[in-house]
């Protein structure tokens, strides 16, 4: 059974960006750039939409990119699919003749977590919570109500595992996983 982990980097009001466009290295810490890239690299296959995907082209990594507009195969670890033609229990089928599909990373934007856990596709959070205010940008989910980052999944069946403070300024770092 693969396990499905969200990784995800939000501002204290519960931003996951302020723009479609823009990269969070432009405004994580690098305390949580270095969890970021330690889940990337434990990752068998991450799953994103387009947007997630042309905002950090890696044409190397194993990606299974979220889109209406293109589908198949268009580099040798890169499958374009619309999420509306398939279900969590049919990805394996696609993507194990190039790697097995175990360790699952979930890395966005806000339909890609929408999908994951309306599917039941999401066992497991690692949430960090960054020092700023946005105000006003892409939420972790749409329609979500609450600005808490943590209510935002504690309403959505999730349980705190730990917490960390990461730096002096305030980082935290959550595991939650599905109460
Ligand atoms: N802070 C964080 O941890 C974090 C995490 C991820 C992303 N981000 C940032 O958030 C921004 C991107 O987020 P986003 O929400 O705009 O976009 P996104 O999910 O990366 O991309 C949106 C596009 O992906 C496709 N897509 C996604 N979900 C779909 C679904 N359920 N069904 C069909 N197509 C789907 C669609 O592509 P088509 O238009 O081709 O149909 C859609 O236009 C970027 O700035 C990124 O860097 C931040």
Known sequence: MPTFTLTVATSLDGYISRSTDE??????????????FR?????D???MGRHTHEAADKPQR????????????QRPSQLWLDPAQISPAGLPGLVEHVHPFEKVLILGGTRVHDWCLEQGAMDRVHLTIEPVRFGAGLPV???QTSGDPVEVFTARGFRIDSETRLNAA???YLVL???
């Open 23 to 36: 990269p969070p290295q432009a405004w994580a810490s690098a305390e949580e750039q270095a969890l970021f």
């Open 62 to 73: 194993r990606r299974i990119i979220f889109s209406t507009t293109r589908d198949g195969w």
């Open 39 to 43: 889940d990337v690299e434990a990752a």
């Open 45 to 47: 296959w991450a799953i």
């Open 170 to 172: 305030g980082t935290r």
């Open 141 to 143: 989910f749409s329609g």
């Open 177 to 179: 996983i599905r109460a």
